[in-house]
């Protein structure tokens, strides 16, 4: 398995494992729905790493997904699919 490097200033490496997280409405099931999003855009979807924690008023949730990408493409692809989640209201 070949890997290069996209920049040296942003360090990715592909193919590659990748962390994402979203953060959105504590009541909205983001942490079964954002995974499922990916996994049926036919991104690799690390599942039993998926974590998810509310924020200290209850009120938000910050779910972490890790996937696989194999090229920068797969991993814009992740970032624009959570963005567009209508209950996703941060990324990083």
Same mark, same amino acid.
């Given at each position: #398995? @070949? =890997? *290069?490097?996209? =920049?040296?200033? *942003?360090?990715?490496?592909?193919p590659?494992?990748?962390?994402?997280?979203? #953060?959105? /409405?504590?009541?909205?099931?983001?942490? !079964?729905?954002? /995974?499922?999003?990916?996994?049926?855009?036919?991104?690799?979807? #690390?599942? %039993?790493?998926? =974590?998810?924690?509310?924020? !200290? !008023?209850g +009120?938000?949730?910050?779910? &972490?997904? &890790?996937?696989?990408?194999?090229d920068?493409? %797969?991993? @814009? &692809?992740?970032?624009?699919?959570?963005?567009?989640? /209508? @209950?996703? +209201?941060? =990324?990083?």
């Amino acid at each position: #398995m @070949d =890997t *290069h490097s996209d =920049t040296a200033s *942003h360090g990715f490496q592909f193919p590659g494992v990748f962390d994402l997280s979203a #953060m959105g /409405p504590a009541e909205a099931g983001l942490e !079964s729905s954002l /995974p499922r999003c990916l996994a049926q855009a036919g991104l690799e979807v #690390m599942h %039993e790493d998926v =974590t998810w924690k509310a924020s !200290s !008023s209850g +009120k938000y949730v910050s779910v &972490r997904i &890790r996937f696989r990408a194999a090229d920068r493409s %797969e991993y @814009d &692809r992740a970032h624009e699919l959570l963005r567009a989640h /209508p @209950d996703v +209201k941060w =990324t990083l």
